[in-house]
């Protein structure tokens, strides 16, 4: 890595990421030096501005990052540091230095999902599909997710992929509804996926 060091006294933005979930914990400073000892400890070291001196993340809370990689910007001027944290990441206990869960966020699929619980959680005020579904309970749910799985199939084995693609969105917002209809989301079964993986 050919980092310039040139600017900020020497002092380069670190924007540290979960390996994981993609979340972002937290913004540091390295110098060159607490690269080097970062690359050699496999634990997340910053040049502290306010104390003056070098400072492993962790050290006095146990809380540490554990280093995946690091890669450097098109400037040569900033850091992405992925990393496996251990615990909470910010000072005041949360996860991020942001006050955000860090958890594994699907973009769009996260945002229905939101949609979802909002329906369900309001459906007396709200009348809507999602609502409906919910009043009428989890046979109802469980039913609507096997007309859209034999749907899929059905498409599959045919030559349309509009309808094909079609069935497929339709199967998977019901299984988003029978998810949490059973107390879940998708993030539960992407850790049993993630728990087969390691095995």
Not at 59 to 88: A, Y
Not at 153 to 175: C, G, R
């Amino acid at each position: 890595m050919k980092v310039d060091y040139t600017k900020n006294n020497g002092l380069i933005p670190a924007i540290i990421q979960d390996a994981s979930t993609k979340t972002v914990l937290m913004l540091g400073y390295m110098n060159e030096e607490a690269l080097k000892k970062t690359i050699e400890t496999k634990l997340v070291t910053f040049f502290s501005r306010s104390k003056q001196r070098l400072w492993t993340k962790g050290e006095e809370s146990g809380n540490v990052l554990n280093l995946v990689d690091i890669k450097l910007d098109c400037d040569n001027d900033t850091f992405l540091v992925r990393v496996i944290p251990e615990g909470p990441t910010c000072h005041k206990g949360s996860d991020t230095c942001w006050n955000q869960e860090n958890i594994q966020d699907f973009g769009f699929i996260s945002e229905l999902e939101a949609v979802i619980e909002n329906r369900k959680d309001n459906a007396s005020e709200e009348v809507s599909y999602v609502a409906s579904l919910f009043a009428e309970g989890i046979n109802k749910i469980a039913q609507k997710v096997g007309e859209e799985a034999i749907e899929t199939v059905i498409e599959a084995k045919d030559d349309n992929d509009e309808l094909f693609l079609n069935e497929s969105a339709d199967l998977l917002f019901h299984y988003l509804i029978l998810l949490q209809a059973k107390g879940f989301k998708i993030n539960d079964v992407v850790a049993i996926l993630k728990g087969r993986e390691k095995k």
